[in-house]
């Protein structure tokens, strides 16, 4: 028999080896399987020699009747005779015929697919048939053919598909060794052939197969170096090009470079540049992947990939920056892995976590701190400070969800790491600062937050689940080591909880009285309401706490089981039980429960966290007090590592009894807590007698041998204790004694009255206990008290100065620095304003006296008798109390309305006090006041004028103030309807007739032409305006509009009658109206039939008829918005070389640093060239000081910067040298040289000065032929002050420093100055031609002209251009003595305190031709000293004491003389061109001849009767008394003459305009 082989026409003779049938295809099928069996067997067992003969076999047996057989175990038997044959003729197959061979293998690898069930009985042909074929490496005969793929495709998912976990190892090592072949020795790799192996290691099959995953994983290990350009081109088409559709890898693109760098890395080596590029790609999605991709590789376990590439990690890392918000999370996300597995990664990935943040998108910041957080649970100590602090910062944000996440998770981490059984101490240390943090955030205004405090407070910081010993204990620590924000935070979460329980209190007390009478009817809508602002969304929580509401009135179970959480028995177990059982009864946790029972659900529990004291019980309460007392004794280790433990504890038992005071209990308790009165620590046994007062009003009653041994020591310490246990011990007596208080007290208040001496060692503590005691029985003490307030605090003690404060330069020290008699003022103060408080009434005039007497100590800078004993830190205290205390008296309705309007603008100018800290704690006092509603509206009005602070955060902080305040009221009112009636009283926009009036009467406008005083109260006006404006919800343009345009049509009730006060008041009306109309972009209109209201006591009835449309600020007044502000200030740099200055106007920066901090008093200004000064002609002396000073209103400014003794002509000298401190001292020792030639008794002093006076000649005589001009600003605000400079110039100026500057004025350059030189060009003319006719004159001439011409305060040029203050140190220098009359001065409560009414200018006929004798008498008689003899004098004297200079306080600065409407006239200018001038120099000349002459003595004369004329628009900071401190604007060296002249015009009042034009005329004809 033979066979023909395919493609061919031979025919091969078949031979069968020996001892095999031949098979045919008549066999039957079992006989066919039997004789395949032997032939299987034969060829088994056959070697590779002599095997040509069995060709015809091999290829009878590779017929279609066997490829094709129906019966699966012929094709098995088959494919193993054939694998054999292959193995047998190798290297050459018998079979040649490309097709049969292609169909030879493909029948082999369907016979392959046996593979899959290794069970079989056929297995092990199947894997016989598999050895072999890899065994020979059979499928490499297919390399040659041309449809190789198919066949290799068809194997290859054979594998991939069989493979299973059954398989052993030898299996899938044939598979492998069959495989590997294929694509390390052929020629090409298809497409679909790699898309079929790498299909293997993606998802899904990747989890599907994993058997076929690791499969193609080791054939890829196997084949990487061959299958590597194939990869390499595929990725190059699909990412570069594009081409994706040719594969259908095309869909797992990135996902399967990922896990080839995760099998084998190799073959990504050209393909990872182009992710580079990928990552830069427009498309997000490319992006996205690319990143999501990159983050794995470069994360994954062991991955080197960061380091071998360093670009591409570059790249990655400027991905968390990416313009897309997935991008930029993706990134955040893989952060995570980076700290768990590459610790050497973490610098670069939390750097750019770090930016993150800060993201702009709340998702980004909260998938930041979701992502740290599960770094810090999964692995703590691979978590870093530095991934801390992001979270600790994410606390604050401003996204609720990002808050409480990071919160909630920090929460977590401190109770596991504190509730360790072994407490690291490093892990401690990284999160000890999480208990501050969490409370922290309940300064938070959202319900939101502090519910989730109160929440982490009861389960991570201190669970409640604990038992009560160790819960206390932790307790105690938590609260011993909070820091002092969050140590206020949890007394305010306490009070908070109080305050519900209070009101769920009251919702229960009302359903029992209705339940018990149905006809009692019990309002519970504020309460609701109340409950309902605490919880999140109070409109819905107010709905649902009305359900409960009505719960709790129709079960009376639901409210037993409520009336036991807020009563006195309610222990901590049972509380807990309770709150299941209601929460249980509302039912809405259940899973068939709706959204309203569930939102009811989630409401109450809320409410119930606050409600139900889980945490402390009377248990708990006598735990604490034990722990306390180990702490105070030291005993135990509760206080380990803890400062002063015992105060902290003790503050602890203060907080709870103020919150459970029902759950201090037991005799045991009390003795402890008694004890603590007896500790040597005073803090421990103050805070305790707190604890008794809050806890004891039981005692007398309950416990009444605790009460006998308490009341004796509350006594006791009352009589000798500190002030504050004094306070304190009083209070408790007060609270805990019901039967015998007045008894009581009266043995207290005989002691300490007999003990109110200052030479007592309890003389503060009894001042103390002396308030306090007129407070709480103001009826049983009355008589004995206003004979003690009289005598023994005003007389004895505010107006006396027994010490001399220490000389120091601050204005504010440490309260430990404070002399004992300061402190007893403050006291005294405190004495006076709680002995009203307790009065409620104005007997005898009581308050009115009060008030004048702490209006005049803030007049007088805190120095009441104006001794000048006190240094200035003490001084700044005590007119900061005098002013709280005022404040402290506007709080009783009573008394509010008993305070004048001078003594309101006095009290409002202490928000500009030079004093910082005077700033501050008036401010944060103020806002105290407004914000609890128990200070008028008008109060308000004084914030506006802190627009004038030089320092930003007060600013800033003061205008948060406002809006609280305009916040508050504004809610109050819509809680409470009902005030419609009273609305003015509470409505915030009110405050604006108020804030017109305060700044219509500031000290610094002293017209209504007055551009720079108008633009600062116009600073002042939209610092007020801007909160009441800037929510249009809020905001009612037309009601804004209206209430200022009714102002227009009224008169100031101040001052009706004057003129000009009424047009300055329009005047900032018309500013107000101007910022509406420029500032306003939100502007709505109202519908409003409500006619705004004007309060009486400001302004007269305004007139309906007639519309005052006049405007009166100056024409081309700018309105432009006010530019942000800053804290520094321009100014030139201080040089002597004015030319230079001129030549270089560029603005230099000076920054104030100090401590404090405080406001630099000294600025500079850029000056330009001075010019040669003309000769002047000697003028006459001016005329009487009293008329002359009162001719003006803004001279009593212009006074404070006057020397006490010093004449005009050495002080304008010594300003020409560009030394203002010399200026100053040079003045004051002219003055003393002057008084020792007309002999008079005078009393030694303290000065200041900067140089001796030689130096201040020689810098005069070199300056003197120059002037300086200042720049235009400072000319304009120089204006107004030349004329009060004229009519004062021949008082006694006093030597001062510059007290700090206005804000509006720190900014200078020397360009401004041009154009208001080129506006005065023809009064310049006139002023040449009077200075040529005046050349011939000698230096004597000149000086005297200087002297009673105009005064020169901060040194005067040509034209009267004063020079600006230089920021020169200061430095300690002698000062002339002052001159005082014999007669000893009295102040008198109820007269000198009083504020003169304003004055005026008179000249009198009758006395004109006295007054001209007299000058020509003295012209010819004055024989003046110079500078240099002056200054040897003064040093000589042997009584001046050493001085301390100290800085002037104030906001306004010292103003050169110039014109009160145009620049200032020339020293030169003849009296005819200065008529002013000339009748101010005969009055000054009447005056200074008026004091006899008396021979000094060494004795201290009595100082002069001399009256206090004070008027309250012109307060300011006042000038520098002799020792160094602060006087006010009384005039300290009236001769008796003088005093007569001032008495008699305060008679007669303000002089006409008729009376200023004869003057003047008279002047002029001089």
Same mark, same amino acid.
């Given at each position: 028999?033979?066979?023909?082989?395919?493609?061919?026409?031979?025919?091969?003779?078949?031979?069968?080896?020996?001892?095999?049938?031949?098979?045919?295809?008549?066999?039957?099928?079992?006989?066919?399987?039997?004789?395949?069996?032997?032939?299987?067997?034969?060829?088994?067992?056959?070697?590779?020699?002599?095997?040509?003969?069995?060709?015809?076999?091999?290829?009878?047996?590779?017929?279609?009747?066997?490829?094709?057989?129906?019966?699966?175990?012929?094709?098995?038997?088959?494919?193993?005779?054939?694998?054999?044959?292959?193995?047998?003729?190798?290297?050459?197959?018998?079979?040649?015929?490309?097709?049969?061979?292609?169909?030879?293998?493909?029948?082999?690898?369907?016979?392959?697919?046996?593979?899959?069930?290794?069970?079989?009985?056929?297995?092990?042909?199947?894997?016989?048939?598999?050895?072999?074929?890899?065994?020979?490496?059979?499928?490499?005969?297919?390399?040659?053919?041309?449809?190789?793929?198919?066949?290799?495709?068809?194997?290859?998912?054979?594998?991939?598909?069989?493979?299973?976990?059954?398989?052993?190892?030898?299996?899938?090592?044939?598979?492998?060794?069959?495989?590997?072949?294929?694509?390390?020795?052929?020629?090409?790799?298809?497409?679909?052939?790699?898309?079929?192996?790498?299909?293997?290691?993606?998802?899904?099959?990747?989890?599907?197969?994993?058997?076929?995953?690791?499969?193609?994983?080791?054939?890829?290990?196997?084949?990487?170096?061959?299958?590597?350009?194939?990869?390499?081109?595929?990725?190059?088409?699909?990412?570069?090009?594009?081409?994706?559709?040719?594969?259908?890898?095309?869909?797992?693109?990135?996902?399967?470079?990922?896990?080839?760098?995760?099998?084998?890395?190799?073959?990504?080596?050209?393909?990872?540049?182009?992710?580079?590029?990928?990552?830069?790609?427009?498309?997000?999605?490319?992006?996205?992947?690319?990143?999501?991709?990159?983050?794995?590789?470069?994360?994954?376990?062991?991955?080197?990939?960061?380091?071998?590439?360093?670009?591409?990690?570059?790249?990655?890392?400027?991905?968390?920056?990416?313009?897309?918000?997935?991008?930029?999370?993706?990134?955040?996300?893989?952060?995570?892995?980076?700290?768990?597995?590459?610790?050497?990664?973490?610098?670069?990935?939390?750097?750019?976590?770090?930016?993150?943040?800060?993201?702009?998108?709340?998702?980004?910041?909260?998938?930041?701190?979701?992502?740290?957080?599960?770094?810090?649970?999964?692995?703590?100590?691979?978590?870093?400070?530095?991934?801390?602090?992001?979270?600790?910062?994410?606390?604050?944000?401003?996204?609720?969800?990002?808050?409480?996440?990071?919160?909630?998770?920090?929460?977590?981490?401190?109770?596991?790491?504190?509730?360790?059984?072994?407490?690291?101490?490093?892990?401690?240390?990284?999160?000890?600062?999480?208990?501050?943090?969490?409370?922290?955030?309940?300064?938070?205004?959202?319900?939101?937050?502090?519910?989730?405090?109160?929440?982490?407070?009861?389960?991570?910081?201190?669970?409640?689940?604990?038992?009560?010993?160790?819960?206390?204990?932790?307790?105690?620590?938590?609260?011993?080591?909070?820091?002092?924000?969050?140590?206020?935070?949890?007394?305010?979460?306490?009070?908070?909880?109080?305050?519900?329980?209070?009101?769920?209190?009251?919702?229960?007390?009302?359903?029992?009285?209705?339940?018990?009478?149905?006809?009692?009817?019990?309002?519970?809508?504020?309460?609701?309401?109340?409950?309902?602002?605490?919880?999140?969304?109070?409109?819905?929580?107010?709905?649902?706490?009305?359900?409960?509401?009505?719960?709790?009135?129709?079960?009376?179970?639901?409210?037993?089981?409520?009336?036991?959480?807020?009563?006195?028995?309610?222990?901590?177990?049972?509380?807990?039980?309770?709150?299941?059982?209601?929460?249980?009864?509302?039912?809405?946790?259940?899973?068939?429960?709706?959204?309203?029972?569930?939102?009811?659900?989630?409401?109450?529990?809320?409410?119930?966290?606050?409600?139900?004291?889980?945490?402390?019980?009377?248990?708990?309460?006598?735990?604490?007090?034990?722990?306390?007392?180990?702490?105070?004794?030291?005993?135990?280790?509760?206080?380990?590592?803890?400062?002063?433990?015992?105060?902290?504890?003790?503050?602890?038992?203060?907080?709870?009894?103020?919150?459970?005071?029902?759950?201090?209990?037991?005799?045991?308790?009390?003795?402890?807590?008694?004890?603590?009165?007896?500790?040597?620590?005073?803090?421990?046994?103050?805070?305790?007698?707190?604890?008794?007062?809050?806890?004891?009003?039981?005692?007398?009653?309950?416990?009444?041998?605790?009460?006998?041994?308490?009341?004796?020591?509350?006594?006791?310490?009352?009589?000798?204790?500190?002030?504050?246990?004094?306070?304190?011990?009083?209070?408790?007596?007060?609270?805990?004694?019901?039967?015998?208080?007045?008894?009581?007290?009266?043995?207290?208040?005989?002691?300490?009255?007999?003990?109110?001496?200052?030479?007592?060692?309890?003389?503060?503590?009894?001042?103390?206990?002396?308030?306090?005691?007129?407070?709480?029985?103001?009826?049983?003490?009355?008589?004995?008290?206003?004979?003690?307030?009289?005598?023994?605090?005003?007389?004895?003690?505010?107006?006396?100065?027994?010490?001399?404060?220490?000389?120091?330069?601050?204005?504010?020290?440490?309260?430990?620095?404070?002399?004992?008699?300061?402190?007893?003022?403050?006291?005294?103060?405190?004495?006076?304003?709680?002995?009203?408080?307790?009065?409620?009434?104005?007997?005898?005039?009581?308050?009115?006296?009060?008030?004048?007497?702490?209006?005049?100590?803030?007049?007088?800078?805190?120095?009441?008798?104006?001794?000048?004993?006190?240094?200035?830190?003490?001084?700044?205290?005590?007119?900061?109390?005098?002013?709280?205390?005022?404040?402290?008296?506007?709080?009783?309705?009573?008394?509010?309305?008993?305070?004048?309007?001078?003594?309101?603008?006095?009290?409002?100018?202490?928000?500009?006090?030079?004093?910082?800290?005077?700033?501050?704690?008036?401010?944060?006092?103020?806002?105290?006041?407004?914000?609890?509603?128990?200070?008028?509206?008008?109060?308000?009005?004084?914030?506006?004028?802190?627009?004038?602070?030089?320092?930003?955060?007060?600013?800033?902080?003061?205008?948060?103030?406002?809006?609280?305040?305009?916040?508050?009221?504004?809610?109050?009112?819509?809680?409470?309807?009902?005030?419609?009636?009273?609305?003015?009283?509470?409505?915030?926009?009110?405050?604006?007739?108020?804030?017109?009036?305060?700044?219509?009467?500031?000290?610094?406008?002293?017209?209504?032409?007055?551009?720079?005083?108008?633009?600062?109260?116009?600073?002042?006006?939209?610092?007020?305006?801007?909160?009441?404006?800037?929510?249009?919800?809020?905001?009612?343009?037309?009601?804004?509009?209206?209430?200022?345009?009714?102002?227009?049509?009224?008169?100031?009730?101040?001052?009706?009658?004057?003129?000009?006060?009424?047009?300055?008041?329009?005047?900032?009306?018309?500013?107000?109206?101007?910022?509406?109309?420029?500032?306003?972009?939100?502007?709505?209109?109202?519908?409003?039939?409500?006619?705004?209201?004007?309060?009486?006591?400001?302004?007269?009835?305004?007139?309906?008829?007639?519309?005052?449309?006049?405007?009166?600020?100056?024409?081309?007044?700018?309105?432009?918005?006010?530019?942000?502000?800053?804290?520094?200030?321009?100014?030139?740099?201080?040089?002597?070389?004015?030319?230079?200055?001129?030549?270089?106007?560029?603005?230099?920066?000076?920054?104030?640093?100090?401590?404090?901090?405080?406001?630099?008093?000294?600025?500079?200004?850029?000056?330009?060239?001075?010019?040669?000064?003309?000769?002047?002609?000697?003028?006459?002396?001016?005329?009487?000081?009293?008329?002359?000073?009162?001719?003006?209103?803004?001279?009593?400014?212009?006074?404070?910067?006057?020397?006490?003794?010093?004449?005009?002509?050495?002080?304008?000298?010594?300003?020409?040298?560009?030394?203002?401190?010399?200026?100053?001292?040079?003045?004051?020792?002219?003055?003393?040289?002057?008084?020792?030639?007309?002999?008079?008794?005078?009393?030694?002093?303290?000065?200041?000065?900067?140089?001796?006076?030689?130096?201040?000649?020689?810098?005069?005589?070199?300056?003197?032929?120059?002037?300086?001009?200042?720049?235009?600003?400072?000319?304009?605000?120089?204006?107004?002050?030349?004329?009060?400079?004229?009519?004062?110039?021949?008082?006694?100026?006093?030597?001062?420093?510059?007290?700090?500057?206005?804000?509006?004025?720190?900014?200078?350059?020397?360009?401004?100055?041009?154009?208001?030189?080129?506006?005065?060009?023809?009064?310049?003319?006139?002023?040449?031609?009077?200075?040529?006719?005046?050349?011939?004159?000698?230096?004597?001439?000149?000086?005297?002209?200087?002297?009673?011409?105009?005064?020169?305060?901060?040194?005067?040029?040509?034209?009267?251009?004063?020079?600006? &203050?230089?920021? +020169?140190?200061?430095?300690? %220098?002698? !000062? @002339?003595?002052? =001159?005082?009359?014999? *007669? #000893?001065?009295?102040?008198?409560?109820?007269?000198?305190?009083?504020?003169?009414?304003?004055?005026?200018?008179?000249?009198?006929?009758?006395?004109?031709?006295?007054?001209?004798?007299?000058?020509?008498?003295?012209?010819?008689?004055?024989?003046?000293?110079?500078?240099?003899?002056?200054?040897?004098?003064?040093?000589?004297?042997?009584?001046?004491?050493?001085?301390?200079?100290?800085?002037?306080?104030?906001?306004?600065?010292?103003?050169?003389?110039?014109?009160?409407?145009?620049?200032?006239?020339?020293?030169?200018?003849?009296?005819?061109?200065?008529? &002013?001038?000339? +009748?101010?120099?005969?009055? %000054?000349? !009447? @005056?200074?001849? =008026?004091?006899?002459? *008396? #021979?000094?003595?060494?004795?201290?004369?009595k100082p002069t009767a001399k009256a206090t004329v004070t008027v309250n628009k012109n307060v300011r900071r006042a000038k520098t008394m002799t020792n160094g401190t602060a006087s006010s604007d009384t005039d300290s060296s009236l001769t008796p003459k003088k005093a007569t002249a001032l008495a008699r015009i305060i008679k007669k009042g303000t002089l006409g305009k008729e009376t200023k034009k004869a003057a003047a005329g008279k002047g002029k004809k001089k």
């Amino acid at each position: 028999m033979s066979v023909i082989a395919r493609g061919t026409t031979k025919a091969v003779k078949i031979i069968y080896p020996p001892g095999c049938k031949e098979v045919t295809e008549e066999l039957g099928k079992d006989e066919l399987v039997r004789r395949l069996k032997l032939i299987a067997r034969a060829f088994q067992d056959m070697g590779q020699d002599d095997n040509d003969q069995f060709t015809g076999l091999a290829l009878h047996l590779a017929t279609d009747f066997f490829l094709e057989h129906h019966n699966k175990d012929v094709r098995l038997l088959v494919a193993c005779c054939i694998a054999d044959v292959f193995r047998i003729f190798a290297p050459e197959a018998p079979y040649r015929d490309a097709s049969h061979l292609k169909d030879i293998f493909m029948f082999l690898n369907k016979q392959l697919r046996g593979l899959e069930d290794p069970n079989s009985p056929t297995f092990k042909r199947y894997f016989y048939l598999l050895e072999n074929l890899a065994w020979v490496k059979s499928f490499n005969i297919c390399i040659e053919l041309d449809d190789n793929q198919e066949i290799f495709c068809s194997l290859f998912k054979l594998m991939f598909s069989v493979i299973n976990e059954k398989h052993t190892t030898k299996v899938k090592n044939f598979m492998l060794d069959m495989m590997s072949p294929l694509l390390t020795e052929a020629d090409l790799v298809s497409q679909e052939l790699l898309d079929i192996l790498l299909i293997n290691i993606v998802e899904p099959q990747k989890s599907q197969n994993k058997q076929a995953y690791g499969l193609a994983k080791d054939l890829l290990i196997r084949t990487c170096n061959s299958i590597e350009p194939y990869i390499q081109n595929f990725f190059n088409n699909a990412l570069m090009l594009g081409k994706t559709s040719e594969s259908e890898l095309s869909e797992h693109l990135y996902d399967l470079i990922y896990e080839l760098n995760a099998v084998c890395p190799s073959v990504l080596l050209a393909v990872l540049p182009q992710l580079e590029f990928k990552l830069k790609s427009n498309e997000e999605t490319e992006r996205k992947q690319v990143t999501k991709i990159l983050s794995k590789m470069f994360s994954d376990p062991g991955s080197n990939l960061a380091e071998q590439n360093k670009p591409l990690w570059i790249c990655f890392l400027g991905r968390f920056n990416d313009i897309s918000i997935s991008v930029r999370t993706i990134c955040v996300q893989s952060a995570a892995n980076f700290v768990l597995h590459h610790p050497e990664l973490v610098k670069d990935v939390i750097e750019q976590v770090k930016i993150r943040q800060h993201d702009a998108e709340e998702t980004v910041r909260q998938e930041v701190v979701n992502t740290l957080l599960n770094i810090a649970k999964k692995n703590f100590s691979s978590t870093t400070v530095e991934m801390l602090d992001i979270i600790k910062e994410r606390t604050r944000d401003k996204k609720f969800k990002i808050r409480r996440d990071a919160l909630n998770g920090l929460g977590q981490l401190y109770k596991v790491v504190t509730t360790a059984e072994t407490v690291s101490e490093e892990h401690l240390k990284k999160i000890i600062w999480v208990k501050d943090k969490v409370f922290h955030a309940y300064y938070q205004q959202n319900p939101e937050d502090r519910l989730l405090v109160e929440r982490l407070f009861n389960i991570c910081l201190v669970p409640y689940q604990l038992p009560v010993t160790e819960r206390m204990k932790r307790m105690f620590q938590l609260y011993a080591t909070l820091d002092e924000p969050a140590t206020k935070a949890f007394h305010e979460m306490m009070k908070h909880r109080h305050t519900v329980r209070t009101c769920v209190k009251f919702l229960l007390d009302g359903l029992d009285r209705m339940t018990a009478n149905p006809r009692d009817h019990v309002i519970f809508l504020p309460k609701l309401q109340q409950i309902a602002r605490t919880l999140p969304d109070a409109q819905k929580s107010l709905e649902q706490v009305k359900i409960f509401n009505e719960l709790m009135r129709d079960d009376r179970r639901m409210r037993s089981l409520m009336r036991y959480l807020v009563s006195t028995d309610c222990n901590c177990r049972k509380a807990n039980e309770n709150v299941k059982d209601v929460l249980k009864k509302l039912g809405g946790n259940s899973v068939g429960s709706s959204q309203v029972q569930a939102m009811l659900y989630n409401t109450i529990k809320s409410l119930l966290e606050r409600v139900a004291p889980v945490m402390v019980d009377s248990s708990a309460i006598a735990v604490l007090v034990k722990h306390v007392d180990d702490a105070v004794k030291g005993q135990g280790t509760i206080a380990d590592g803890i400062s002063k433990a015992g105060e902290k504890g003790a503050q602890l038992m203060l907080c709870l009894s103020g919150v459970f005071p029902q759950y201090f209990k037991g005799e045991e308790t009390f003795d402890t807590l008694i004890s603590f009165l007896k500790d040597e620590d005073e803090v421990v046994a103050d805070v305790t007698l707190q604890v008794f007062a809050n806890c004891g009003l039981s005692l007398e009653a309950e416990y009444p041998e605790i009460f006998a041994k308490l009341l004796p020591i509350l006594q006791h310490t009352a009589k000798i204790g500190n002030p504050k246990q004094a306070k304190h011990s009083l209070r408790c007596i007060n609270s805990i004694a019901k039967t015998n208080r007045e008894a009581a007290l009266s043995q207290v208040f005989e002691y300490v009255k007999n003990n109110l001496k200052p030479e007592s060692a309890n003389y503060i503590t009894s001042i103390v206990a002396l308030g306090h005691i007129s407070y709480m029985c103001p009826e049983e003490f009355a008589q004995s008290m206003k004979t003690i307030v009289s005598k023994d605090i005003v007389k004895d003690l505010l107006m006396q100065d027994r010490t001399h404060g220490r000389p120091v330069m601050d204005s504010w020290y440490g309260d430990h620095l404070v002399t004992e008699e300061t402190n007893a003022k403050i006291q005294a103060m405190k004495l006076l304003v709680r002995w009203l408080i307790g009065l409620k009434s104005n007997v005898n005039n009581s308050c009115t006296s009060t008030l004048r007497l702490l209006y005049t100590v803030i007049v007088h800078e805190g120095d009441l008798m104006e001794k000048g004993l006190i240094n200035k830190p003490e001084l700044a205290r005590l007119r900061l109390q005098a002013g709280c205390a005022i404040l402290k008296l506007a709080e009783e309705s009573v008394f509010a309305d008993l305070l004048q309007r001078e003594q309101f603008q006095a009290l409002a100018l202490l928000i500009n006090d030079s004093c910082y800290h005077v700033r501050v704690k008036f401010a944060d006092k103020l806002h105290k006041g407004l914000y609890s509603l128990k200070l008028p509206l008008e109060f308000m009005s004084i914030f506006s004028l802190a627009a004038n602070d030089p320092v930003r955060e007060r600013r800033t902080s003061i205008k948060r103030y406002i809006q609280l305040n305009i916040q508050r009221r504004r809610d109050f009112l819509k809680q409470n309807p009902a005030l419609g009636g009273k609305m003015f009283l509470y409505l915030p926009d009110y405050v604006m007739p108020y804030t017109v009036h305060l700044l219509a009467h500031d000290p610094d406008l002293k017209s209504f032409e007055d551009v720079q005083a108008l633009k600062n109260i116009k600073e002042c006006l939209w610092f007020i305006m801007e909160p009441l404006v800037a929510r249009s919800e809020d905001y009612n343009y037309h009601f804004f509009r209206r209430l200022i345009e009714n102002i227009k049509q009224a008169k100031d009730a101040q001052e009706p009658e004057d003129e000009e006060t009424n047009k300055k008041l329009y005047a900032v009306c018309d500013l107000a109206l101007g910022l509406l109309q420029k500032n306003l972009t939100n502007i709505v209109l109202k519908d409003e039939n409500v006619d705004p209201v004007l309060p009486c006591k400001l302004f007269t009835k305004p007139e309906k008829g007639a519309l005052n449309s006049v405007v009166y600020l100056p024409k081309d007044f700018n309105f432009e918005k006010k530019k942000g502000l800053t804290d520094t200030t321009h100014v030139a740099p201080q040089t002597t070389n004015y030319r230079r200055r001129q030549e270089q106007p560029t603005l230099e920066t000076i920054i104030v640093k100090s401590p404090g901090p405080v406001v630099n008093p000294y600025p500079t200004c850029p000056k330009e060239q001075r010019e040669p000064k003309a000769k002047r002609k000697k003028e006459e002396t001016s005329q009487d000081s009293t008329e002359s000073r009162e001719s003006e209103p803004a001279a009593k400014k212009i006074s404070k910067t006057r020397s006490q003794s010093g004449t005009a002509e050495d002080m304008e000298e010594a300003s020409e040298s560009g030394d203002v401190d010399t200026a100053s001292s040079v003045g004051s020792e002219s003055g003393a040289e002057s008084k020792q030639q007309a002999p008079a008794k005078t009393k030694p002093v303290k000065g200041k000065g900067k140089k001796t006076a030689a130096n201040n000649k020689n810098n005069a005589a070199k300056s003197s032929q120059d002037t300086s001009e200042v720049n235009s600003e400072d000319s304009q605000e120089d204006m107004d002050t030349s004329q009060e400079a004229k009519d004062t110039s021949s008082q006694d100026s006093e030597n001062t420093t510059p007290p700090p500057p206005k804000k509006r004025i720190l900014k200078r350059t020397v360009a401004e100055a041009e154009k208001l030189k080129a506006q005065q060009a023809n009064k310049k003319t006139t002023e040449k031609s009077s200075a040529n006719d005046s050349k011939d004159k000698g230096q004597t001439e000149k000086k005297s002209a200087q002297k009673k011409g105009k005064g020169v305060v901060n040194g005067a040029g040509k034209g009267g251009k004063g020079a600006k &203050r230089t920021a +020169a140190p200061e430095t300690d %220098s002698d !000062q @002339s003595e002052d =001159s005082v009359s014999p *007669k #000893k001065r009295k102040f008198n409560l109820e007269k000198d305190a009083v504020p003169a009414p304003k004055l005026g200018r008179k000249v009198a006929t009758s006395k004109k031709k006295k007054t001209e004798e007299e000058e020509e008498s003295n012209e010819s008689s004055s024989n003046p000293s110079t500078p240099d003899d002056t200054s040897q004098e003064s040093f000589k004297s042997p009584n001046s004491p050493a001085p301390k200079a100290t800085p002037k306080r104030g906001r306004v600065t010292a103003k050169a003389n110039t014109g009160a409407k145009g620049r200032a006239k020339s020293p030169s200018t003849s009296p005819a061109s200065s008529p &002013r001038s000339s +009748a101010s120099s005969k009055a %000054s000349t !009447q @005056s200074s001849k =008026s004091t006899p002459e *008396k #021979k000094q003595t060494g004795k201290t004369p009595k100082p002069t009767a001399k009256a206090t004329v004070t008027v309250n628009k012109n307060v300011r900071r006042a000038k520098t008394m002799t020792n160094g401190t602060a006087s006010s604007d009384t005039d300290s060296s009236l001769t008796p003459k003088k005093a007569t002249a001032l008495a008699r015009i305060i008679k007669k009042g303000t002089l006409g305009k008729e009376t200023k034009k004869a003057a003047a005329g008279k002047g002029k004809k001089k």
